[in-house]
C-alpha cells in the first residue's frame, strides 16, 4: 500500500491557516499556495537517489553526494494544480512540465480527459501529480489511470488538502502510489466539498469565484 504522508512542519501549517481562511485575497492565496508547494516539495523529494562525487573545494579534494537516478516531471491536473508548480519549480528547476485536462461527464458524473501533454521522456521520470485538493478522489485516480495507460509507473501524489474518502478511493485504485498532504480533514459535504477545506481552489487561485 502507497504511504500518506502528512508534511505537519510549522511553516506549512501557518501557511494552511490562511490559504484557509476566507478573507485572505486571491493575491494572497496563490503566493502562499506556491510557498506551501516548495515547502511541501523538500518532503515529496526525500527520498531521491544519490550519487558520490568527488570534487575540490577551494581548500581540499572531496567526496561529496550529487542526485542520480530518475529526473522529475511534473503533471498538473488542470486548473488548479497550475497553482502549485512554480512553487515547485522554485526547488527543482530542471523538472519538465506536463498537463493533464478532467472534465466531468454530465451523464455518468466521472471525470473526463480532455487534454493531456507530457515531456517525451515521461516513462523514464519520476512523475509528480499535483491538485491542490483530493476530495472524492475521482479526478486523481482518473489522472493517474492516465498516465498508467501512456506507461508511466513511476508515480506519485501531492495534495494540499484531502478528504478521507478522497484518500481511501486513491487507495483502492492506486495502492502502489505514494500520497503526500498538508492536511487530511474531516469530510466531504453534500456538495462534495472538503470540510472545513479552503472552498474551491481553481476560484481562489484565478479570481474567478
Do not use: W
Not at 32 to 61: C, F, H, Q, S
Not at 79 to 95: F, H, N, Y
Not at 100 to 109: K, N, S
Request: hydrophobic share 45%; charged share 25%.
Amino acid at each position: 500500500m502507497g504511504k500518506v504522508v502528512v508534511c505537519d512542519h510549522p511553516l506549512i501549517q501557518h501557511k494552511l491557516t490562511i490559504i484557509r481562511d476566507k478573507n485572505t485575497i486571491t493575491k494572497d492565496f496563490r503566493d502562499l499556495v506556491g510557498e506551501v508547494a516548495t515547502l511541501m516539495a523538500y518532503e515529496i523529494t526525500r527520498d531521491l537517489p544519490l550519487a558520490k562525487v568527488e570534487i575540490e573545494t577551494p581548500v581540499a579534494k572531496m567526496e561529496g553526494s550529487v542526485l542520480s537516478g530518475r529526473m522529475i516531471g511534473l503533471v498538473p491536473i488542470l486548473r488548479a494544480g497550475l497553482g502549485m508548480v512554480d512553487g515547485i519549480l522554485k526547488l527543482i528547476p530542471s523538472a519538465k512540465v506536463g498537463h493533464i485536462g478532467l472534465q466531468r461527464d454530465e451523464e455518468t458524473l466521472k471525470p473526463v480527459e480532455y487534454y493531456l501533454n507530457l515531456p517525451t521522456d515521461a516513462q523514464e521520470r519520476l512523475l509528480i501529480v499535483i491538485d491542490p485538493m483530493l476530495a472524492t478522489g475521482g479526478s486523481a485516480v482518473a489522472a493517474l489511470s492516465a498516465l498508467k495507460a501512456r506507461g508511466c509507473r513511476h508515480l506519485k501524489l501531492m495534495c494540499l488538502i484531502a478528504a478521507p474518502e478522497g484518500v481511501k478511493a486513491l487507495q483502492e485504485a492506486h495502492p502502489d502510489v505514494d500520497l503526500y498532504v498538508a492536511a487530511i480533514d474531516e469530510r466531504l459535504n453534500e456538495r462534495g466539498y472538503i470540510v472545513p477545506g479552503l472552498g474551491d481552489a481553481g476560484d481562489r487561485l484565478f479570481g474567478t469565484k
